[in-house]
């Protein structure tokens, strides 16, 4: 099973950009599809990208769509989630997640996870 570890956030001002990286310890990473998902105190977790093992499929959600970029290099067992305009309600701690499924409208019930990671937004 692929184990999941992402880069540390951060605390940026809004407007600025982020990019988070989550590193995958299997060799089949490749054969993966990954997601990043988000949780904001008192919120329940949801998923902003995704994308298919082939990186040629992407998803994402509404409320990030022209501001987060999902990419992958399969070479170096990374994900990456290129975050930009950032806004205070970006606010959240970050998971990527893995699962042997086509990205589309995840449920936050399955996949391995990573640890998260926080993001915090200030206006």
């Known amino acids: 099973q692929v184990q999941l570890e992402e880069s540390e956030g951060g605390l940026v001002h809004a407007g600025g950009s982020l990019r988070l990286s989550c590193k995958g310890s299997?060799?089949?990473?490749?054969?993966?599809?990954m997601g990043w998902f988000r949780q904001a105190p008192g919120q329940k977790r949801e998923l902003v990208a995704a994308i298919a093992w082939s990186g040629d499929i992407t998803y994402y959600a509404d409320s990030v769509k022209g501001r987060f970029n999902i990419s992958r290099d399969n070479t170096k067992n990374m994900a990456y989630l290129q975050i930009n305009k950032l806004k205070p309600e970006d606010t959240a701690v970050y998971y990527c997640?893995?699962?042997?499924?086509?990205?589309?409208?995840?449920?936050?019930?399955?996949?391995?996870w990573g640890q998260g990671t926080q993001v915090t937004v200030s206006a």
């Open positions: 997640n893995a699962r042997g499924t086509p990205p589309g409208k995840w449920s936050p019930d399955f996949g391995t």
């Open positions: 299997a060799p089949t990473f490749s054969a993966y599809s």
